[in-house]
């Protein structure tokens, strides 16, 4: 069975940090492509971050030159890094598996302004 957990959410003030990690477990391959979606209240989800097989990475125009999405395949963890973080950047932030029901339960990130 196949489980997505998400970790590292909280409440931080605009300009800070925070790392986001999606462990992955019951997957077989440790090369797959994962992608970091968010939810702002009143909003439909969006696509934030995602990452190849191979590594290569895309970001939404609003997250570009603030956050990293990276992997460590051996440990089967993809994680967003989220520098310079902003008020809008509010939501609850999930990880996927892409073209598949696989979702984590959720992490929730707060920026205050």
């Known amino acids: 069975q196949v489980q997505l957990v998400e970790s590292g959410g909280g409440l931080v003030q605009a300009g800070g940090s925070l790392r986001l990690s999606c462990a992955a477990s019951g997957i077989i391959s440790r090369f797959i492509a994962m992608v970091w979606c968010r939810q702002a209240p009143g909003n439909q989800r969006e696509l934030v971050a995602s990452?190849?097989?191979?590594?290569?990475?895309n970001y939404a125009d609003s997250v570009k030159g603030r956050f990293t999405i990276s992997r460590d395949n051996a440990k089967k963890t993809v994680y967003l890094q989220m520098n310079s973080l902003k008020p809008e950047d509010t939501a609850v932030y999930y990880c996927?598996?892409?073209?598949?029901?696989?979702w984590g339960q959720g992490t929730q990130v707060t920026v205050s302004s």
């Open positions: 996927n598996i892409p073209s598949t029901a696989y």
């Open positions: 990452i190849t097989s191979s590594g290569s990475t």
